[in-house]
């Protein structure tokens, strides 16, 4: 998938049926990662450095809410940002762990079942999808997925100190809303 100066023009359709006839529609990207999330049946592992976009942080929670396994590694700072889904997670019980490194957590990343790999430049935003140069690779090559089912479970055992900042993001989130804009 490739996301392309041209995807702005996109945006108008979001919500609608209609049937794109360009090429690279994001409109059509952002329902087929949708389409992968949502026929999740045991886990979704997402590691994203920013996540604010509305349609697929509720694929996340209804994957939750349905019963299947959901963690999410976002970045320390990136998550405090007001427009970031982490309060959403966060009220949802969804499980979250946060990078406390002082380097970025960059990746973009999200495997369905341990059996699928949706990675690339992407970050999830609107921004990223519908006007941004980016591009996302599919791939269910077990060659190619299980390296990023093992870099999570690392990660993930890594970010475990995280958990006091977790237990604190209802309050670092009300004091970065003040001060960060989108
Ligand atoms: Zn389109």
Known sequence: ????????????????????????CPVQYLRKIISYMDRATQSLD???????????SNAIVNAHKRGVLVRVIMDRR??????TQTILF???????RLSYEDNLMHHKFLIVD???????????????????????????QHSLVRPFVDEFDRLWKIFSKSQKD???LPSAFLQSSFNDTV
Request: aromatic content about 12%; proline content about 0%.
């Open 1 to 24: 998938m490739f996301f392309t100066k041209e995807s702005s023009l996109c945006r108008t359709h979001l919500n609608d049926e209609e049937v794109c006839s360009k090429d690279n």
């Open 46 to 56: 997402v590691c994203m450095y920013f996540l604010t976009c509305q349609s697929l």
């Open 78 to 83: 990136m998550s405090s940002n007001g427009a």
């Open 90 to 96: 966060y009220n949802n019980g969804v499980a979250i």
């Open 114 to 140: 341990n059996d699928l790999v949706i990675t690339g430049s992407t970050n999830w935003t609107m921004s990223a999808f519908f006007g941004n140069f980016d591009h996302l690779v599919v791939t269910n």
């Open 166 to 168: 977790v237990e604190d």
